[in-house]
């Protein structure tokens, strides 16, 4: 995933960008940026590290502006570089832009070559400079561009575009036609923000207007915002991942608080998992402790912090390669022993991708004298990888694509080992969104193989390892 900000027609753009930013720092770790519209021209700040590392220090007195967009990001298939961090900005004949790219392109190989061998060079390895590229040899005007551009495209991709042309300084904001990944957007005094989630317009007191439909395109100017819908019509794909793991708990993802629907997938396991004996529910912190809490609620077995998460050390999913995730799991979780010890656990988390880290966690339980470790997971088996934005690997390293769920509760050391039934997901994830008149249906493909589009037939992670075409995706 990555993050993505848009603020216009606010004269603290800038610093309540980096503020937006921040709220979403759990969506990207690699690198963040900047780019403020000031006057006809566009400053684009933009380095490797953190938020606070890369904006923390700067001087916003000389990126006055009232239009800015900003970006967190990991990367997908690869490309860790400073090249590909975001927003990535160009000047064209209609004048400057500036995008910011939440998605991963599953076509962008093919468009990219088609624009090589037609002339034009690239930077960086990420879909999002293909998507600069169309844009720079569509006709008409910039709004005309953008459309004609992502008609292209397939895939997943909510975007935010800063825009300076004929002396007017405007926003616009796009999500793709299956509507794979959040993008809302909010009142802010006079102006507009939009973001990946709802907790960066809680962070900066704008006040939430609605998400963007799938296949909506927004101009946003002076304060007033126009709609409209250049792409044909496709199935309602949000992504699932979003609930179960990557949202923050605070945001409304899709129609439902990702809280609550956490905790609905607890309950839901809890009902499958009936009669376990234990004596302690014990989340995996953070994503796996409102689905704990739910799955006590409903099953009476006291919820108890049996692992302390060193909150200075980042998601060890994130992580950009596999020996430092590993080290991560040690210093980011320590065990209680007074919970733990001659204790019966239900291990509570929201994912299993390789296997690996899981493995170190109940190896930490052990050294603890746990009992017995019963391991709920509150999603389904992930057996397909995803070409839409999850930095899921390729099939042959999906512990559930290759082994059977005896075998991996071997491979764990655990007693027991039970997903979340994909009906159930679900179920759970709708009843948060009850509000909602009309919830979207979830693109399930890391769990099912249903992918709702033509999928790349260059195996995912082995794209971008060695030679171009490399694409990183604009989650990268």
Sequence with gaps: MCGIVGITDHREAARLTHLALFSQQHRGQESAGIAVAQGAVLRVHRAMGLVQDVLGGLDFTAFKGKAAVGHVRYSTAGGSLLENAQPLSMQGVRGAVAVAHNGNLVNAVELRQALERDGAIFQGTTDTEVIL??????????????????????????????????????????????????LVVGKLGRGMAFASETCAL??????????????????????????SRPFRAERSAACVFEQVYFARPDSVVFGATVQAART???????????????????????????AALGFAAASGIPFQMGLIRNHYVGRTFIQPSQVMRELSVRMKLHPVREVLENRRVVLVDDSIVRGTTSRKIVRLLRRCRVKEVH??????????????????????????ANKTNAEIAKFLGVESLTYLEQDRLLGAVRTAARRRPAPPDYCTACFSRDYPTDVPTVPLGRVGRTSLPVLAGGTA
Excluded at 148 to 157: D, E, H, K
């Design 202 to 227: 809680d962070m900066i007191g704008a006040r939430f207007i609605r998400e963007l439909e799938p296949g909506e395109m927004v101009v946003a100017e002076s304060g007033r915002m126009s709609s």
């Design 264 to 290: 609905e997938m607890g309950r839901q396991l809890a009902q499958q998992m009936a009669g376990v004996k234990a004596d302690a529910v014990v989340p995996v912190p953070d994503s796996g402790v409102h």
């Design 375 to 400: 391991l709920a997971i509150s999603s389904p088996p992930i057996i397909g990888p995803c070409y839409y934005g999850i930095d899921t690997p390729a099939e042959d390293q999906l512990i559930a």
């Design 133 to 182: 590229h169309l844009v720079a040899r569509a006709p008409g005007t910039y709004e005309e561009a953008v459309a004609t551009a992502l008609q292209q495209c397939r895939g997943s991709f909510s975007l935010v575009f800063l825009v300076i042309s004929e002396g007017r300084t405007r926003m616009i904001a796009v999500r793709d036609p299956w509507g794979f990944r959040p």
